[in-house]
């Protein structure tokens, strides 16, 4: 409310979906007056499609900010969305690897994220891994725009998933501190 947030547009997976914890953020935000439109249909590994209509529903439902909630993929989805509201060339002419970052000159709307994974650290990074519909190669999407202004953590938002998704995000982390550790 203290930034004049609407409605905003919450990005998420078909699982986290349907889960009470994220009936309760939109009801909340609800009473609130803030009604928000809810975006879950990606692919496990997000593609350029779903960016493109997750763009589209933002601009459709006059929406005025990105919430991504969930894991990586909803992470990277929200991101990209963002970034594809107010730039309006082929999503992947912003490809970090071609020097796409500079490109990335206009404003994104106001962005905030709240993980229910652990591990990946999506919820603070500043870019998105998005795949071609076609020939499945993926694109880094990349700028310092894209860096949440506000990121809620709540370890207890990973109580509520299905237990097989905490034990492969926790496989996940593990993996990660492994790697970094060696």
Do not use: W
Request: proline share 5%; net charge negative.
């Amino acid at each position: 409310k203290a930034n004049n947030i609407t409605k905003p547009l919450l990005v998420t997976d078909s699982v986290v979906v349907d889960l009470n914890f994220f009936k309760k953020i939109k009801n909340d935000l609800s009473a609130k007056n803030i009604y928000a439109e809810a975006f879950f249909e990606m692919h496990k590994n997000p593609v350029k499609s779903d960016v493109l209509q997750g763009a589209d529903i933002f601009k459709k439902t006059n929406c005025d900010c990105v919430i991504g909630i969930g894991g990586g993929v909803a992470m990277d989805v929200a991101r990209a969305i963002a970034l594809k509201v107010n730039h309006h060339e082929d999503l992947f002419y912003y490809d970090d690897l071609i020097g796409g970052e500079k490109y990335v000159t206009g404003p994104v709307p106001y962005f905030i994220t709240v993980p229910t994974t652990s591990g990946t650290g999506s919820e603070v990074g500043r870019s998105a891994i998005i795949a071609d519909d076609v020939i499945h190669q993926k694109k880094i999407l990349f700028s310092p725009k894209l860096l949440a202004k506000i990121c809620f953590c709540d370890p207890a938002l990973t109580m509520d998933l299905p237990p097989f998704i905490t034990a492969a995000t926790g496989m996940d982390a593990l993996t990660h501190n492994l790697e970094a550790f060696l």
